[in-house]
């Protein structure tokens, strides 16, 4: 049975989480829309890899994900990712938690230079 309370973790957190997930590098999942992505982005750093799928497109791109591989979800302020998280757990991922405050919080606690807007 998929959780029904996924974990919210703050960029400043994120080291922590991953940590947390073991062996397995997780993937922060980018819900945003592409015109966000030439916006702000976030850099791949060692420990976790970035894959952008639109909000929307989820459904039909599920293959792309593995279900054993942790993923933290990210949009721009945490709404979006929310439901894209809480989704992914219903498809028995087993891993799924929300960035909180998205991006916009990314830039302010974890890299100043990911542009606000």
């Known amino acids: 049975m998929p959780p029904t309370f996924i974990p919210q973790v703050r960029p400043s957190e994120f080291d922590a989480w991953m940590a947390a997930c073991g062996s397995a590098a997780p993937v922060v999942l980018d819900v945003r829309e592409p015109w966000e992505l030439q916006t702000a982005s976030i850099r791949p750093a060692p420990g976790f890899r ?22 933290a979800c990210l949009c721009h302020h945490g709404a979006r990712s929310q439901r894209v998280a809480a989704f992914l757990a219903h498809q028995q991922f087993e891993q799924v938690a929300n960035i909180a405050g998205g991006i916009d919080a990314w830039s302010l606690e974890r890299d100043t230079s990911v542009p606000r807007y």
Do not use: G, H
């Open 50 to 71: 970035v894959v952008a799928v639109p909000m929307n497109e989820i459904p039909r791109r599920l293959a792309e994900l593995d279900p054993a591989t942790p993923v």
